[in-house]
């Protein structure tokens, strides 16, 4: 198991490195795709060409004949793969529930229909492509505008929000689109998978190594027991990585039947047809307000693609309800099924779509009030959470946007298209509000407390770049005294206690109790061993008349004099180990009444310059201010609102997976054509935390903050164009063309 030791002291709500870091930069740290086994082979996909008909025929006769191919697996031939039983919130759940294989339907652009297993990945290669498929095909649906499957669900409702609409004076009422977005971590999705006649071991690209092992024990038809996950580092994730995709079930179930450990790696073209995407949205959204700028409605309709045969929800209406007041509001939803892969979370998954829509529309409200958007959102800041009448845990919202105002110079704007300028350039000004779910999930862990003076610290999370390995010594540390260097940390293996995914923002507020009680209960152990040891100092003392900090104990009424190391009291009393384990329970899911809405809160101000002369568009300057407790570390932390603004650039000006009405193949799968925001084109970006630690999380105070950097940044970012062009961007990304149209 990796050891990842520091020698900087840990302080919760300092700034340091992360742990990890060494093992990255020198290379120590293994991937998925790094791991090799003796006698390993190598698999390549076979995916269909057509998005929607059958297979009419498959012949692999000359594949099989080829150097070094040691099999071709289809249909017929994989053996059993099974589907995995409907999921119990996030216990054994998957996005693609149809298993790899299955029928000779084709759904969707890219779908597995065979794989070659060869000795070289360049003969599985060269086999693969020599694997003869004829198809019935149909003509793919593959539209981009959204029309309803049937009526949609009411996801909230208060008030009489029609009644309300149809008679205001003052109201908006606009559509808004985001389009496909495909996750691009510089890592691939890779699958090694080891059967040694009973047991799987899988090597993952996993997000939530926990969830892939009860996936694919139910996929593979064997005990949970007899399926190992590991997945110690992750080259990111975006979401894409969080539940189990076709190509693992391939790489087990050939593994089995060869009796050989596999290799797969999905190509950067698969990683557009077999892996997730963040869905196409339309919104429609209505809002009416007073002449003063308070809402009296307010009503969110939304739709998102989905594949043909799963129901993926993009959940656009999550902050819709809370984040402003209104009596009277209506959110709904609906899907409608495409032949395209089935889509998944992307980081923000719901609200960041969801608040580009609301953010944008609140713009354009402002402007008809003639009113400043940042007064306007103040002016509506409401008392509770109304979507579900109770009070929030922690929300300071208000200071978020007062602050970010005030670094931002927001109070220089003026409100007229175009009227700003500066070294030849029009300025555009735009900002919005944005917020991300606070909750925690079931978790496990264990401390042992050594007699070498050392600590280990283990959980079945997973650190997915993201800073966690950090985050669980700084834990420890701050129980125990001892110093990070004295700590090592073992993440990313079923074998070890149950652990949160790494979704949601949701991993450091659910691994805290639980380290935090291991480290509690790791600590009492000490303490008994000081009273039991017959060489202990302690020897004959209560348990209760000793204290344990900074790794030593000693007596409460002589202070700290009389401490002696724990590591010399677990040698006095020949114990290798003092282990302790913890448990906390979920938030999410649970159906026990909550007393308090639990939500993290920011704002984004955000500077574009426009050069039309040219055609050059540049977002140039983003002040952020984020509400999300008590920061662990400031420095991952500081690293996760810089990445999501970056992304939320990307969101705004560039990303958009286009697909082939005729085919159905999405035709810019490439990082070539496919284009995400570089460090050319990232602005400058300063990021504030605000400190109110949410206590009713856990015991720090600590929210996620992975998601909500990327909340509001591209309605910041199109408002800011329409200031500085007159042209309102509804559909996502900017172009160029439409800004060139109105100069």
């Known amino acids: ?5 520091n020698t900087v002291p840990a302080t919760v709500g300092g700034s340091l490195p992360r742990i990890d870091g060494p093992l990255k930069v020198s290379g120590a740290a293994m991937y998925t795709s790094d791991h090799h086994f003796p006698g390993m082979l190598y698999a390549v996909p076979v995916c269909s060409t057509i998005a929607k008909g059958r297979i009419a025929s498959l012949d692999s006769s000359v594949a099989v004949e080829m150097p070094g191919i040691q099999a071709v697996y289809h249909q017929g031939n994989i053996g059993p793969l099974f589907r995995s039983a409907p999921a119990s919130g996030l216990s054994a759940y998957l996005d693609e529930r149809r298993p790899p294989l299955e029928d000779d339907v084709i759904r969707y652009y890219g779908q597995y229909v065979a794989v070659v297993i060869a000795q070289t990945f360049e003969q599985a290669v060269a086999a693969a492509s020599a694997v003869k498929v004829v198809y019935t095909e149909e003509k793919p649906d593959a539209r981009t505008h959204l029309d309803p499957d049937g009526k949609p669900s009411v996801d909230s409702s208060r008030g009489t929000p029609d009644e309300v609409f149809a008679s205001a004076s003052i109201k908006h009422d606009e559509t808004y689109g985001t389009p ?27 997000q939530g190594v926990v969830n892939h092992r009860e996936v694919l024990a139910q996929m593979l038809g064997v005990p949970q027991e007899n399926v190992r996950v590991i997945s110690r580092f992750l080259g990111s994730g975006f979401g894409g990585k969080l539940f189990p995709w076709p190509h693992s079930a391939l790489a087990a179930a050939a593994s089995r039947n060869l009796n050989r450990p596999v290799k797969l790696v999905v190509s950067r073209q698969m990683m557009f047809q077999n892996v997730g995407h963040r869905p196409r949205t339309q919104q429609r959204v209505r809002l009416s307000a007073t002449a003063e700028g308070r809402l009296t409605s307010l009503q969110h309709d939304y739709l998102n693609h989905t594949s043909i045969l799963d129901d993926y929800k993009e959940n656009c209406g999550e902050a819709t309800t809370y984040l402003y007041g209104t ?22 998954p719901g609200a960041v779509p969801g608040l580009f829509a609301t953010e944008s529309a609140m713009d354009e409200l402002a402007i008809k009030l003639k009113m400043d958007p940042v007064e306007l959102r103040l002016l509506n800041e409401p008392e509770k959470d109304e979507g579900n009448d109770l009070p929030f845990s922690s929300r300071h919202l208000s200071e978020c946007l007062t602050i970010g105002a005030r670094k931002f110079g927001w109070s220089q704007r003026t409100p007229e298209v175009g009227s700003m300028k500066k070294d030849g350039l029009t300025l555009g000004w735009g900002m919005a509000s944005c917020s991300w779910i606070a909750e925690r999930v079931s978790t496990e862990a264990t401390v042992d407390l050594r007699n070498d003076g050392t600590a280990r610290v283990s959980c079945a999370t997973q650190d997915i770049g993201t800073g966690t390995y950090t985050i669980l010594a700084q834990i420890v540390s701050e129980k125990t005294g001892l110093p990070l260097d004295k700590i090592e940390v073992v993440l990313g293996d079923t074998a070890l206690p149950p652990g949160p995914i790494s979704g949601g923002s949701w991993a450091t507020a659910s691994v805290i109790p639980a380290v935090s009680q291991a480290a509690q209960n790791a600590m009492q152990v000490v303490l008994t061993a000081a009273t039991k040891g017959k060489n202990s100092p302690f020897s004959g003392q209560e348990t209760d008349a000793l204290n344990f900090e900074n790794g030593q104990v000693y007596l409460k009424e002589k202070g700290g004099e009389t401490g002696v190391a724990f590591h010399d009291i677990l040698k006095q009393s020949n114990i290798n180990a003092a282990s302790g384990s913890g448990k906390s329970e979920g938030t999410f899911g649970s159906t026990a009444p909550r007393k308090y809405s639990t939500h993290s809160f920011g704002a984004q101000f955000a500077e574009v310059t426009w050069q039309p002369e040219i055609a050059r568009l540049r977002v140039n300057r983003v002040v952020t201010v984020i509400d999300a407790g008590r920061i662990m570390n400031s420095r991952p932390a500081r690293n996760q609102i810089e990445g999501s603004v970056v992304m939320g650039v990307g969101m705004a000006l560039f990303e958009k997976t286009t697909y082939d009405p005729r085919q159905g193949a999405p035709i810019n799968s490439n990082l070539a054509d496919y284009i995400v925001a570089t460090h050319a084109d990232s602005p400058e970006i300063d990021v504030t935390f605000l400190d109110y630690p949410d206590l009713v999380l856990n015991e720090f105070g600590a929210r996620g903050i992975g998601e909500i950097g990327h909340a509001g940044i591209a309605s910041a970012i199109t408002s800011a164009v329409y200031h500085a062009t007159g042209v309102r961007v509804r559909e996502l990304p900017v172009h160029i063309e439409d800004l060139l149209a109105h100069t």
């Open 1 to 5: 198991m990796a050891t990842i030791r």
């Open 327 to 348: 009596p009277n509001l209506r959110v709904t939803s609906g899907l409608v099924r495409r032949n395209i892969g089935t889509p998944t979370s992307m980081r923000g």
């Open 180 to 206: 496909v977005e495909t996750h691009n971590p510089i890592e691939l999705h890779a699958s090694v998978a080891v059967w040694d006649g009973q047991s799987f071991t899988l090597y993952e690209t996993s």
